[in-house]
């Protein structure tokens, strides 16, 4: 059998070593990119990222690299997002004013904001736990990329900013921040998209990315239709 593919997309501003070394412990072959047909090529991309939305989105048109994008997603490959590569995902974001993202997964990317009289300190970095979301699609994380993790399970996080999906019912885990319950992990036809860095998470973080390895080996073009659960 082929060792599978996985394209991730270098669009200057994601932390791709730590990416790549997670793929490669997987058992993916791995091609880090900002060409076209190396990322319409592969079986599968990641679209990862750090750093601001407006700079994210320039950067990706600037590479040309919206179009692949978005036709991969189309095409039903197993597609990840990670960080702000999951913000980008959505239709707009309020960092510094309001920027449209790539419009795949209605909704919008806002601030943490301080409540109760108390400033909260952001970016949030560090450890914090994951929970099950609360909707009608009860097995949603066991379909998943979380199959396997245990409910509870700490993730790693760095951001200042979280996804609030328009539909509820794509939302795989939830996590809170002083208060503040926010969306950590959707799930969205063939996309899994994670505010968290699983590739910094340890081995909770590899077994998300040996799930990834597994549904790209398959071949299931369309792994993570909605319309199944």
């Known amino acids: 059998m082929s060792v599978p593919t996985v394209a991730i997309v270098d669009y200057g501003m994601g932390n791709l070593f730590s990416v790549q070394q997670a793929c490669h412990i997987v058992g ?16 599968s991309v990641i679209l990862p990222g750090v750093g601001a939305f407006a700079d994210a989105m ?9 179009e692949p994008i978005l036709e991969t997603i189309h095409s039903g490959k197993p597609f990840m997002g990670i960080c702000l590569g999951m913000q980008l995902l959505f239709e707009e ?13 209605p909704g919008a990317v806002i601030r943490f904001k301080s409540n109760d009289n108390k400033k909260l300190k952001v970016p949030y970095i560090g450890w914090n ?15 998943s990329l979380l199959c396997g993790i245990e409910e509870g399970a700490f993730m790693y996080f760095v951001h200042s900013y979280y996804c609030v999906p328009t539909d509820k019912s794509i939302v795989v885990s939830r996590s809170e921040y002083h208060g503040i319950v926010y969306c950590s992990s959707v799930l969205f036809d063939n996309i899994f ?3 968290f860095h699983p590739e910094r998470s340890g081995n909770t ?25």
């Open 58 to 66: 320039a950067a990706l048109r600037e590479r040309k690299l919206i």
């Open 28 to 43: 993916l072959e791995v091609r880090i990119t900002s060409l076209k047909e190396d990322i319409l090529d592969s079986d």
């Open 93 to 105: 974001s309020e960092e510094f004013g309001r920027h449209r993202g790539l419009g795949v997964i």
């Open 205 to 229: 973080g590899l077994t998300l990315y040996r799930n990834f390895m597994k549904m790209t080996q398959r071949g299931e073009l369309r792994w993570l239709r909605r319309k199944m659960l």
């Open 129 to 143: 736990r994951i929970e099950k979301f609360p909707s009608q699609n009860r097995n949603l994380w066991e379909r």
């Open 193 to 195: 998209a994670c505010q």
